[in-house]
Structure formats: C-alpha cells, structure tokens
C-alpha cells in the first residue's frame, strides 16, 4: 500500500521538486522513510539545522525562480524554520515548508514536541493547513504549492506524524471531499488599462529629468528598462534586491540607492522632476524625491503594496515587461541629453572614488577591497550571495555587476546568517555557476561554519569570504552615527580564531591574507579551485561606512561617540578622514 508519506514524495516528484533541505526528526519519520523507498528522488539534502534548511530553501527559490521546499519534525525542528520562512515572506520568495505535528491522539494533552504550530505560523504562510485525514491530499499539498507560487509567498502544511504513516487514500467524489487537478505551472501576465499605461506616458514625456528606481520584480524587463532609459534620457538605479538586474557597467546606472547606496543615486533622486518605480517596494522613502518635487509613475505587480512608498500619480498594476512594452511605443525621445550625460559624469567620478576608497591603507586589510578587488576578476555567469552586516556595504557599493552575474540577500528581513545556506540553494538551483558567499566574522559565527560541512558533503565549488574583524562591525557604527555611544566591546567584540584553519580541519581549502597585495592572488586561487574555499581576510573595523550623504546630526553623534572614550577612536578618526577626503580629490 501507499502511505500518505509515500504520496507526498510521489507528489513532490509531480511538481518537479529536485531535492528538499531538511533535517529529520521523529515528527517527520513517515515522510522520511518515504524518501528511503523512493531512492533518496528527490534529494534529501540534509543541513546542519532546520533554519539553515528555510535558509537554503529561500537560495533555490530566489537563484531558480521556482518554488523551495524545506522539511522540519515538529516542535523545535518547526520553531527552527521560522526565521528562513520569515525572510522568505518580506522578500517575496515562493517556499513551501512540510512540517510534522504530534499524533492526533496526544494533540492538546501537553505531549512531547506538541507546539500550537498555527500560532506559530499564522503571520508568515500565505496558506496554513492541517492534514488529519489522507483525503485532504492532494489537494492541501498542491494548494500549498500554487498559493506560494501565485503569492511569491511561504505556504505551511503540517501532518501529524501518525497521519504520516496511514495508508493514502484518494478524496472522494462525495459531499465534503475536495479534489485536486493535477501539478501544472501556468504562467499569464497582468497588463494595465491602456488609459493608465496612456496617463503614465505623459507625465514621464512631460519632464526633462527622469530618474528610473528599479527592484528584484524588474528582473524579468532588464531590455525594456534599458530602452525606457535610453528614450527618457534617464539614470537607473537599484533597490538591494534589484542590483543584479542591471550591469553596472552600463554609464547610466548609478548604482545602490539608499543608507548602503551611491552619491549618483542620491544626487539623481535629489534633483529629478519624474520618478519611474519598477518592481521595487523600497521602503526608504528619505532617499526618493521630497514629494512635490518629482511626479511619479510606478509598476508592480502587487495591488496591495503599489503607491506605499511615494505619492506617485499614476500607479501601473501589472507584470513589468509586458507594461513596458505597452509603455514604450507611447514615448518620447529626448532630444535634450544634459540630463543624462550629468548622471554619466557623476557615474563615472563615483566608480573612480570608489576604487580610490579601496585602496587607502588600513590595518591590516581595507574591507573594501576586498570587494573591489573580487569586482576586478568576477566570472560573468557567477552568483554572489551577502549576509547582513558590514560586508553588506561594500556589496551594494563596491560589487560590480557584470554579464550574467546574479546576486542577492536578505533584502527587507536583513537577517544574519543566510549568505552560506543561500549559496547552498543556489548550487542545486544553478549547478554550473561559479558560487561567491561574502560573510562577516559573526554571521560566520553564527551558523555559516557549520554549513561548510554540508558544502563538503555535497563536494559543492563555492567561495566563503569571511570579513575577519572580529567586531560585529555594523551594529557597533550604528551606536556610534545613530546613537551617540561609543562601542561597547562586551557586545561588540567576537572571539577570534582561524576560520582557514578550520576549513583546512575539515578538508576544505583555507586561504590566509592579511595583506591587501595578497588579495588579488588569493581571488583567483579561490575561483580557480573545484571545491569549496574559504578566504579567511583580516580586515580593518575602523573602515566607516559613510552614507552617500550622511546627515550632520550622524556626523556629529559618531564623533561625539568617538570623543566618549571609543577605544577605537584614533583608528575610527584616521580611517573616516582619509575615506571621506578620497571623494573629494579632483
């Protein structure tokens, strides 16, 4: 006979599921011996932890544009996924997570493992369920599978384990049975009324300085944003989660936009009369235009979130490529390029501060270049994962986007931690791409040494750069630019250690470097290796990360920070100093 377990692997199969990251746990012991019968297809890709599980889940799902799944016992293992199933939510990533529950005869008897898994997980899924009988499937598993698409969403099914381990019977064909049409992906576009894309094409025609903000849900339009741009005589720049859209070394992209952005950015959002928002819900709104002083046009897919962020005039719901192709035949040329060759000019000034800001001394390594000198020998097909923290600067500001190259973060939950387990996603999402994973010391901590192992295990060619500051970097600038207080080293400082030595423990390649002429060789080690590397850099904290237009009451509560009794405070001065002056050189 077949067992529900058996069915929901059968079912996986159905909807082209490759492999699940997951841990096992007596909760999932059905679901799991089902795998075993059905020669490990699809994969069982065992991680080091259930979060890691969401983590990579939330990788394949954002590197394949397809749905991960992720697989969790019940109790711990389910609270675990939380934090995965959360950054999937507030980035839009569809994921659907399999989740075990304690046997329905214990269920409200304070059973062991037995958590309310629906006040757990009411906030995240976009669709919840409890399977308690075997004819709810199919329908509750392709249901989760459809809203998740359709919502770009995570979706939930829990199964208590003795459900797990029942023969499968199909629904009925009688009142209170639901059945369930067979897996499918069915694609269609949303396309606004001709009115409105009409309505949009004149305000855009009518200005003279058109700036163009891009997101991740521009991913699919980057030729029609290109035209857009070129027609309007616009700059373009990109929220995090769009940087990979647009190469940056097309003259008129500016880059970042925001705290982690670029001085082109902000200046083109300071000064433009029209703003044209695609695929972006970036929620920073002392970055765009002072309302009043730019109409703006915006294109989403989303209803819901669709004029949130500025009073835009006119508000375009549908898929970005198929509204800019009935956008583009309604716009007119600018004869006038001022505009456009002042944001080309101020583009191509940015990228020689940036390099100039690179190579200032440090001690021992400047974390910039690190990235800088990464952008110099990046592959073009490659994929660059970045965890939250202080690296995350210099990926939005000194990563140069080139070809084919694709990259991503936790863009709005911003949580530590998941730049490893991403790129453990994105390896069975795009096996033949080079894997880049730029971590901080205390995300590395934190989890990322231990997913090395499931790297190995999977004998997975992947690059771990670890900015070796121990510091956790970016919260102890935050006390000082936003809070006044100097670093506090009790909070702030991590333990140190070796973490090439420990990838070399483990079988791994262990990279050192500790001077920044080493760095150039150690990238192309590390590119040219077939496994995974870790490139263990000993970085400056003392590096500030300036905002393209930090605010004097920033300016003023770092240095009044620093003159509190930083311990760092010689080190934060010289380093801001020669950082800052670096932009104002000829």
């Known amino acids: 006979m077949t067992t529900v377990g058996d069915f929901i692997v059968q079912r996986l199969r159905d909807w082209k599921v490759a492999q699940v990251f997951a841990y096992p746990g007596d909760g999932i012991n059905g679901i799991v011996a089902a795998f075993g019968k059905a020669d490990d297809d699809p994969r069982f890709i065992q991680t080091r932890h259930e979060e ?60 062991q493992q037995e958590v309310d898994l629906h006040s757990l997980f009411r906030d995240v899924a976009a669709f919840l369920v409890d399977v308690t009988v075997p004819e709810q499937l199919p329908n509750a598993l392709d249901r989760a599978f459809r ?69 991740q849900g521009a991913r699919g339009a980057a030729e029609e944003v290109r035209e857009v741009a070129d027609l309007l005589g616009a700059g373009v720049a990109k ?97 006038d390029r001022s505009w456009r060759q002042t944001i080309e000019q101020n583009v191509t000034r940015w990228w020689e501060v940036v390099e100039r800001q690179a190579l200032v001394p440090a001690e021992p390594v400047n974390p910039m270049r690190i990235v800088h000198e990464l952008s110099e020998r990046l592959p073009h097909n490659a994929i660059v994962t970045a965890d939250s923290g202080s690296a995350t600067n210099w990926y939005a500001r000194n990563l140069k986007i080139r070809g084919d190259v694709r990259s991503s973060l936790s863009g709005t939950l911003a949580t530590m931690g998941c730049a490893v387990p991403y790129a453990l996603g994105a390896a069975f999402a795009q096996p033949d791409r080079p894997l880049i994973a730029l971590v901080g010391d205390g995300a590395m901590q934190m989890n990322g040494m231990a997913e090395l192992l499931t790297l190995r295990h999977h004998d997975i060619r992947c690059i771990v750069c670890v900015f070796h500051n121990n510091d956790l970097n970016q919260v102890t600038w935050e006390l000082r630019a936003m809070g006044g207080a100097p670093k506090f080293e009790p909070s702030q400082t991590l333990p140190d250690l070796s973490y090439a030595q420990y990838a070399r423990s483990i079988g791994l390649q262990g990279i050192e470097v500790d001077d920044p002429d080493q760095l150039g060789p150690a990238w192309e080690t590390a590119l040219a290796y077939a496994g995974t590397t870790v490139l263990d850099v000993r970085c400056d904290p003392n590096v500030p990360p300036i905002p393209p237009h930090a605010t004097f009451d920033q300016l003023k509560d770092m240095t009044e920070a620093v003159l509190r009794g930083d311990p760092d405070a010689w080190g934060v001065m010289a380093r801001g100093l020669r950082t800052k002056i670096q932009e104002l050189l000829p």
């Open 52 to 111: 890691m599980a969401a983590f990579a889940a939330v990788g394949y799902a954002k590197f394949s544009d397809d749905v991960g799944v992720c697989l969790a016992t019940s109790g711990p293992g389910a609270i675990h996924l939380l934090n995965g199933l959360y950054d999937a939510k507030l980035d839009h990533v569809p994921v659907v997570a399999i989740v075990g529950q304690t046997a329905r005869t214990a269920l409200g008897g304070s059973y």
């Open 239 to 335: 929220a995090l989660l769009g940087k990979d859209v647009l190469p940056d070394d097309l003259p008129f992209v500016t880059g970042s936009i925001g705290l982690l952005g670029t001085r082109p950015s902000y200046e083109m959002m300071r000064d433009c009369d029209r703003l044209l928002i695609i695929g972006s819900n970036f929620p920073y709104s002392q970055y765009l235009p002072k309302p009043g002083t730019a109409r703006g046009v915006q294109i989403d897919l989303a209803g819901s979130t669709i004029g949130m962020r500025y009073p835009t005039e006119v508000n375009l719901v549908g898929d970005a490529r198929e509204t800019l192709r009935a956008l583009i035949p309604l716009l007119d040329r600018k004869d």
């Open 147 to 215: 809203t998740a698409a359709a919502e770009r969403a995570p979706a939930v099914l829990i199964i208590p384990n003795d459900v797990q381990e029942q023969d499968y019977a199909a629904p009925k064909h009688e009142f209170k049975y639901i059945p369930s049409s067979p897996p499918s992906r069915p694609s269609s576009t949303v396309v606004p009324a001709t009115d409105e894309v009409r309505r949009a094409a004149e305000v855009l025609n009518s200005g003279s300085k058109v700036a163009v903000l891009i997101g």
